[in-house]
């Protein structure tokens, strides 16, 4: 895991305050029912469990659980993305995910989704950890770099898109934070999301030389950044970018 040490809370405020509008409409994945679906599935919540959705923005994962658990909370740090999202939870916090404001053991699944690569994501996932009671589920879902071969091209490209990005993640990174705060029996899950490199640039937050910036590093990708990521170069000029998003899923030790 890569990390910046320039980002604080209120870079991330500002940054999501400006994509508020069009967020739900940035990226292909924001809205994948399949994605959503199929880590429903994964997780299997009873219709008793009580969940929390950290990060949860405008309720986009918040929504695929509303009906079907007994309690959904959701927490965001950013006041414009939950107003937008309240309307999908039983309750909603505002409070950074670094320091919940939960009793231990309060819920039987905590889930974020993009969200620990605004912050510090050990400290994150630990109070997720702490929240969720023994034998609990907790499931982090971040776009990742396939690899070595790939890393440096296109955690710049994450950069570029987004300035308050903290964090920068391999797929082990994240096995490595759910064991590190004390889950076992952890996987990830890969998923691929085709993305309209323009559509998923154009979130409302960056100028213009930054979407450029973007679109001169899939450009010049190099042989091993194009084996992973199938880049394409549509006849009207649209990139599309195969990208990978780990789904990793541990269960709380007892």
Known sequence: MRTRSDITNSK????????????????????????LAKVFSHLAPSAESVVLDVACGTGLVSKTFQGKVRKLVGVDLTEAMFNKGKVFTDGLVHSSAECLPFKN????????????????????VSEMVRATRPNGKICLIQLC?????????????????????????LREDLATLLKDAGCAEVEVIDYISEENVD??????????????????????ASPGFNKYHAVRLEENGTIVDRMLFGIAVGTVSS
């Open 12 to 35: 991330v405020v500002e940054h999501f305050t400006a994509r508020t509008d069009k967020y739900d409409d940035s990226s292909k994945w924001c809205t994948d029912l399949t994605m």
């Open 105 to 124: 053991d309060a819920f039987d699944l905590a889930i974020e989704r993009q969200g620990i690569q605004f912050m510090d994501a050990a400290a994150a």
């Open 199 to 220: 559509r998923w640039s154009d979130h409302g937050a960056i100028r213009d030389e930054r979407r450029a910036g973007i679109r001169d590093v899939y450009r010049h």
């Open 145 to 169: 770099a396939y690899g070595e071969e790939d890393q440096d091209e296109y955690f710049e490209i994450l950069r570029l898109r987004n300035p308050a990005r903290k964090n920068f993640f």
